[in-house]
């Protein structure tokens, strides 16, 4: 799926954060949600809230390292681990670590 995200990027090449960066690499690899919105820096930023940058990192290398990984489903049906269930899943993991500490 091709992704135009001009519109979301950042107003100058001065106010580019390494966050922002990683922010856009990951709306690029999410691409639709599942009602087919497209994910923007706003609500990025909403999920990402309270996230340190170099937990960031770490969300970005583990979802890219386990992509294509097979897994078996209820019905037994291999299957293939996709970038957003990877991502979600460690966010989620993040920040209930987060929310106990």
């Given at each position: 799926?091709?992704?135009?995200?001009d519109?979301?990027?950042?107003a100058?090449?001065?106010?580019?954060?390494e966050?922002?960066?990683?922010?856009?690499?990951?709306?690029?690899k999410?691409?639709?949600?599942?009602?087919?919105?497209?994910y923007?820096?706003?609500r990025?930023?909403?999920?990402?809230?309270?996230i340190?940058?170099?937990?960031?990192?770490?969300?970005?290398?583990?979802?890219?390292?386990?992509?294509?990984?097979?897994?078996?489903?209820?019905?037994?049906?291999?299957r293939?681990?996709?970038w957003?269930?990877?991502?979600?899943?460690?966010?989620?993991f993040?920040?209930?670590?987060?929310?106990?500490?």
């Amino acid at each position: 799926m091709q992704i135009n995200i001009d519109r979301y990027t950042l107003a100058s090449e001065t106010r580019k954060t390494e966050r922002g960066e990683l922010m856009l690499d990951f709306i690029k690899k999410l691409g639709t949600d599942l009602n087919g919105k497209l994910y923007t820096m706003p609500r990025m930023g909403r999920l990402l809230k309270g996230i340190p940058t170099s937990d960031l990192y770490f969300l970005q290398k583990e979802s890219d390292s386990k992509v294509g990984m097979q897994y078996k489903d209820k019905m037994g049906k291999e299957r293939y681990l996709k970038w957003g269930q990877i991502f979600f899943q460690c966010l989620k993991f993040r920040k209930q670590a987060l929310d106990n500490k």
